[in-house]
């Protein structure tokens, strides 16, 4: 069965400061990765994704994510975070042959000034 | 590109009631999806089209949900009757692939449904 675990429910971060989200994955082959993000009241949007080559990929808004197979961990990263960049952030995986994407429960991020 | 197109954007029903949302993927996508979002959740797939056939229903309540997808475009998910634990956000998604596997999925806004 594939799985999807965000650790962090919330997280709280000053504007211009780091942002790291954590997505920890249960997949049985090799698993297609992506990180979303939903602001109140609107659709998901996907930031980016992850089918195979190198495993840093970068995405909009300035943010990146790492694969790291041996850690079963696909964490979100961003260097400095706008206050725009409050939202919902959703992380999801499925895979080749797998039409089913499941999502984890998500980590909401607050910007404070 | 235009986007998915759901509406309406809310609706609220009491319970035993019957309601449908209607989703309009974007041009040229063949497989369509319909997730479940409660509040504090992250989304559950409800089905999965591929063109105007299921591929993955194994999460759809078949006592109480249905949909469809007539002629690979448009879709309808319908709750009859609705119960207070359907109140959620029902998400459509579309994505390009045509050959299976997970692919980008584009969202569109979601109707939020309350039950009472």
């Known amino acids: 069965a594939q799985s999807v675990t965000q650790p962090d429910i919330h997280i709280t971060v000053s504007e211009g400061a780091s942002l790291e989200l954590r997505c920890n994955y249960s997949y049985g082959a090799t698993p297609y990765l992506f990180w979303y993000v939903q602001s109140p009241g609107q659709g998901l949007q996907l930031l980016l994704k992850y089918f195979s080559g190198d495993t840093l990929v970068q995405g909009i808004k300035g943010f990146e994510a790492e694969f790291k197979r041996s850690q079963s961990s696909f964490n979100l990263r961003k260097p400095s975070v706008h206050w725009s960049d409050a939202a919902e952030y959703f992380c999801a995986v499925g895979g080749r042959g797998d039409y089913k994407l499941s999502f984890g429960a998500g980590t909401t991020v607050t910007v404070r000034a | 590109e235009a986007g998915v197109a759901q509406s309406p954007r809310y609706k609220i029903i009491e319970k035993r009631q019957s309601v449908a949302f209607w989703c309009n993927p974007i041009?040229?996508?063949?497989?369509l999806y319909w997730y479940q979002q409660i509040l504090g959740q992250g989304p559950k797939l409800l089905i999965q089209?591929?063109?105007?056939?299921?591929?993955?229903d194994s999460q759809l309540p078949k006592d109480r949900f249905s949909a469809e997808r007539l002629k690979g475009v448009d879709s309808t998910l319908k709750i009859q009757p609705a119960k207070l634990e359907d109140s959620a956000v029902y998400l459509c998604?579309?994505?390009?692939?045509?050959?299976?596997?997970?692919?980008?999925?584009?969202f569109g806004q979601g109707t939020r449904l309350t039950v009472v």
């Open positions: 041009s040229g996508h063949a497989t």
């Open positions: 089209f591929q063109n105007n056939g299921v591929v993955d």
């Open positions: 998604a579309s994505s390009l692939d045509r050959t299976g596997g997970a692919t980008e999925a584009f």
